[in-house]
């Protein structure tokens, strides 16, 4: 056995933390990531530093926040020289692995047809040995392992059929955001039940003498809704819940949380979301999620069967939720508490008694906790705190006064009770959520009078402390880009 522990890390992609049931989900099935849960310890409250997939895997990747690394966007990414987590443990002695989904260069943006092209660039990042996939929209462009097995069976014309019919807010054949539809494929030949088995085989075939830090991404449960048949068939006859609520966002006349807002109310196509649709948008995203979930199990039993579960930490996480219908709004983007806050499990090796930690956490901590387990160096400029002493139950998470998060040239700042959300430019105050009165995020307080002194405040102490540094922005944000004009919201 390594004096070094193995890890692994199972990072899903647009989970949102309570469809789990060891989160509390009556419906969803989940046994391996409750077994997880069983087994260790779940962060109830775990934020992302930014809710889209690069923003957030960026921070990940170099511990810093989204003005720090420039990545605010899907349309840029971590510039070279930047030092990574990775780097550190490979340099602690670890043999760095990833398969699947890592999303740390623009997906469809950049002009090669096969992603091994991009390999060297995951190399300079700290992974020895990248296996990159893209999201289940990006398989159209891209050639992968994934694809090549599809192509090998005689099913990847079929599915790049399918997945060509549907595009980021709405489908390219006229249905909407919200459209829910089966993915021909058989369950063992979807990309979710693909990469469990992926990584369960690599497991098994390990054989080097150092340890190792795998990190697995899954490209589910992301829309489009498309659970194959045979996982659907599970949750047919279940009673969905509907969200807590199902009231549009306030929407200001004109500035930038009118472009803000309504980008994402049209990007969801709010306005023709009924109950029903959403009913179903939630059907399939349970069944994609429990796919997942069978994943994660195999992941677990291969290291069983090779005799180093008992010396192997295993995370599961996501990185960032989604909105699946809260506020009639879909996908990610904003910072409503189902699209800024990700599932958080940690097992150590070996299993430890059952523990929900309930003070907030980044999930970029996840990266300084990996580099205290390997015993790695300090990482330059880090804003991550290692999760490792409130793990062992020794002390609390380190408290931020205000934790960040950030995309699009907007900030979130979430204190103990309230979430305060900006705009970056000129930290004009946009929405205030009170989360003790207020969970549902129906009532924003910005603009009420009885309310004045605190925004006030949250602005002065966390706001403006925090954005007084330039931020990285390598291209232009969506308020440059549509200017400050009002625009009609969905009715």
């Not at 046994?31 to 087994?39: F, H, I, K, T």
């Not at 775990?46 to 899907?74: I, K, W």
């Not at 990248?130 to 990006?138: D, Q, R, S």
């Amino acid at each position: 056995m390594n004096d070094q522990p193995n890890i692994v890390f199972v990072m899903s992609d647009q989970h949102r933390a309570d469809v789990m049931g060891c989160a509390g989900d009556p419906v969803v099935k989940t046994p391996n990531m409750d077994r997880l849960a069983g087994e260790g310890i779940r962060f109830e409250r775990a934020y992302c530093q930014g809710p889209l997939c690069m923003p957030a895997r960026a921070s990940m990747l170099t511990e810093r926040y989204v003005r720090d690394h420039g990545v605010f966007e899907n349309g840029s990414q971590v510039s070279d020289g930047t030092p990574t987590f990775l780097q550190k443990l490979r340099d602690a002695g670890y043999y760095t692995c990833e398969i699947g989904k890592m999303h740390l260069w623009p997906h469809g943006q950049v002009h090669e047809k096969n992603v091994s092209a991009m390999r060297d660039l995951l190399v300079t990042y700290g992974f020895d040995e990248p296996i990159e996939t893209v999201g289940k929209l990006a398989s159209r462009a891209h050639d992968t392992v994934y694809t090549d097995y599809l192509r090998e069976k005689g099913l990847l014309d079929r599915y790049r059929d399918f997945i060509g019919s549907f595009r980021h807010g709405g489908n390219a054949k006229g249905a909407a955001a919200w459209q829910a539809e089966p993915c021909p494929l058989a369950l063992e030949d979807y990309a979710d039940a693909w990469h469990g088995a992926r990584a369960a085989k690599w497991i098994e075939d390990y054989s080097r003498r150092q340890p190792f830090f795998l990190w697995v991404g899954f490209p589910g449960p992301h829309d489009p809704w498309d659970a194959p048949a045979e996982a659907l068939e599970q949750y047919r006859h279940a009673e969905i819940p509907l969200p807590r609520s199902l009231n549009l966002p306030a929407v200001p006349q004109s500035g930038p949380f009118n472009v803000f807002l309504n980008a994402f109310l049209m990007y969801s196509d709010s306005a023709t979301m009924t109950d029903e649709a959403i009913t179903e948008m939630r059907r399939a995203y349970y069944a994609n999620v429990t796919v997942i979930d069978t994943g994660l199990g195999r992941i677990v039993e291969a290291l069983q069967k090779k005799g180093i579960l008992d010396n192997t930490w295993i995370v599961y996480a996501s990185d960032h939720g989604e909105m699946m219908g809260e506020h009639r709004m879909v996908t990610k983007m904003v910072f409503y508490e189902p699209s800024v806050r990700v599932p958080m499990i940690v097992r150590p090796p070996g299993g430890a008694p059952a523990r929900t930690v309930q003070e907030p956490v980044q999930l970029m901590d996840l990266a300084a906790t990996f580099r205290e387990i390997a015993g790695a160096a300090a990482l330059e400029q880090s804003a991550a705190n290692s999760l490792v002493p409130s793990l062992a139950g020794d002390r609390e998470p380190v408290a931020l006064d205000a934790l960040p998060s950030e995309n699009f040239g907007f900030s979130m700042f979430l204190t103990d009770r309230y979430k305060l959300v900006v705009y970056e430019d000129t930290c004009e105050p946009g929405q205030l959520f009170d989360l003790l009165e207020d969970p549902a995020e129906d009532r924003n307080l910005c603009g009420d009078p009885n309310h004045a002194g605190l925004v006030e405040r949250l602005v002065k102490d966390h706001a403006q402390p925090f954005l007084a540094t330039r931020p990285l922005r390598p291209h232009p944000t969506l308020v440059d880009r549509q200017g400050l004009r009002g625009r009609r919201a969905p009715k």
